[in-house]
Structures are given as structure tokens and as C-alpha cells.
């Protein structure tokens, strides 16, 4: 049994409408522009803002559920209040793909790094029996500028969102 | 005691993060800030007003409301923003 961690940021992601959570060029907020890439802003904002996405539970995944959010800021004061939603859906031709309800809500808080643009990772525990190996497992990862833990004054900006978890 | 809204508080976080390399503040620091700003300018400006009419109005000129708020922010980017902006 080994710890592995998947990237679960692929074609489903999604922004909500607020227009406070958006993807962009790296080089717009990093000073040194040679390692471009794209990555996930999550603006200072008075609202939960969010990204939607989803992912399918791997074959050999059996328990040990964690979200992992890499992340970093030019902000090195203040916290960011994350949280993340999800629901798993399992089946073949049993359970549907159009629910309203979440399964988990889970949460966070994480403070800004000490140095501008230092790489943070956070790490949130799931609950292991809510996934099953096939399960679609649609999710999504807020900022909740509503909670009075969320100080940090700039943005967030999100470079992967993992699940970790325990194998066969 | 004049305030921002908290929507007016998140457009001026903003765009001062967006215009810094480093944001050493917190929401907490940068908002007490912002509001006593709004409200020291609250208090003074009809005074700022009455003296730019004081001035202008011997030589014969009346500046409108809207021209004083001009004149006023092109005085602060003249002595502040270009170095920051």
C-alpha cells in the first residue's frame, strides 16, 4: 500500500459566475516570467467564490482520502478560508448525475506564506467511505470571503487541487 | 463618521494588490486604514472646498463641485500616484 496523489484540475473545471475566480497566465502576478503556466485565481473578495470540477476515483484506490490545494499569494499576511464541497456519484444506470445535495463540506483555513510566491500546501481529510473505486465525484473548491478567518488582501492563486489517498 | 461599503473596501484591496509585488497587510490592517482615509477626506473636504472658492473667487473664477474633485485628484497623481501608479 503506497500514498499516491492525483491532479483532479482537468477539462471539468468550471469557474462560478461571480467573475472572482478565473484562469490566468502566471506571469500577470509572478515577477520572474520565465516559468509560465496557467493557474487559478481566487480573488480578495466579500462572497464564497468558487471552481467546480470533477474527477473519477481510481481503480485501485481503497482509503486515506485527502484534498491537497498547492497554492501560494503575493500576500504574506493573512489567512485564506477554504472550503470544499463534493459529492460522489456511483452506479451503473443507478444514481443520478443531477443531484442538488452535498455530500461533505469540508474546511480550512491556511495562512499566506512568509515570502511572496513561496509554495503552500494545504492538506484537508475526506471522509474514505464517501468514495468508491469508478465513482464521478464532482466537487467544488471556494474561497469564502464571508468567513471572518479570511483576511489575506490579495488573491489566491491555486497552481493544482490533488487527491491523495491510499492504494491497493 | 463617514465609511466605505465593504464593496467599495474590496474594489480598493484589489487594485492596490493588483499594483504591489509583495501585500504585507491584512484585510484588517488595510481596511482600518482605507476607512479613516474616507473619513478624514469626509471631514474635510467642505473646508477644501470653501478655501479653493476663497481663492479662485477674488480673481474672478468659480470652479464647479466636480471641477474642484478634479483639481483635487490631480493634485494627489501629481504628488503621489505617478510614483505609484
Redesign the interface.
Given at each position: 500500500m503506497a500514498t499516491v496523489r492525483i491532479p483532479i484540475l482537468g477539462h471539468a473545471i468550471v469557474p462560478d459566475t461571480s467573475g472572482e475566480v478565473y484562469i490566468e497566465s502566471y506571469d500577470v502576478k509572478a515577477?520572474n516570467d520565465v516559468w509560465d503556466r496557467l493557474v487559478i485565481i481566487f480573488?480578495?473578495?466579500?462572497a464564497r467564490v468558487g471552481l467546480h470540477g470533477g474527477f473519477v476515483v481510481p481503480k485501485d484506490y481503497v482509503d486515506s482520502a485527502n484534498l491537497i490545494i498547492v497554492w501560494t499569494?503575493?500576500?504574506?499576511?493573512?489567512?485564506v478560508a477554504w472550503d470544499f464541497d463534493y459529492r460522489a456519484v456511483g452506479g451503473d444506470d443507478t444514481e443520478s448525475l443531477d443531484q442538488s445535495g452535498t455530500q461533505e463540506s469540508v474546511n480550512a483555513d491556511n495562512t499566506a506564506p512568509t515570502?511572496?510566491h513561496r509554495r503552500l500546501e494545504l492538506s484537508i481529510a475526506l471522509t474514505d467511505g464517501n468514495f468508491a473505486v469508478d465513482d464521478e465525484v464532482k466537487f467544488t473548491l471556494f474561497r469564502d470571503?464571508t468567513d471572518g478567518d479570511?483576511?489575506?488582501?490579495?488573491?489566491a492563486i491555486v497552481f493544482s487541487v490533488l487527491l491523495e489517498y491510499a492504494d491497493a | 463618521m463617514a465609511v466605505l461599503s465593504p464593496q467599495e473596501l474590496v474594489e480598493i484591496r484589489k487594485k492596490a494588490a493588483a499594483r504591489v509585488n509583495m501585500v504585507p497587510w491584512n484585510k484588517f490592517h488595510i481596511n482600518a486604514a482605507l476607512q479613516t482615509i474616507e473619513d478624514w477626506f469626509s471631514a474635510h473636504k467642505a473646508d477644501l472646498a470653501a478655501d479653493i472658492e476663497a481663492a479662485t473667487s477674488v480673481l474672478g473664477y468659480s470652479f464647479t463641485g466636480p471641477q474642484k474633485k478634479f483639481l483635487v485628484a490631480m493634485w494627489l497623481f501629481q504628488k503621489a500616484g505617478k510614483e505609484i501608479l
Open positions: 515577477t480573488d480578495d473578495s466579500a499569494s503575493t500576500a504574506t499576511a493573512g489567512d515570502a511572496a470571503g479570511d483576511t489575506m488582501a490579495a488573491s | -
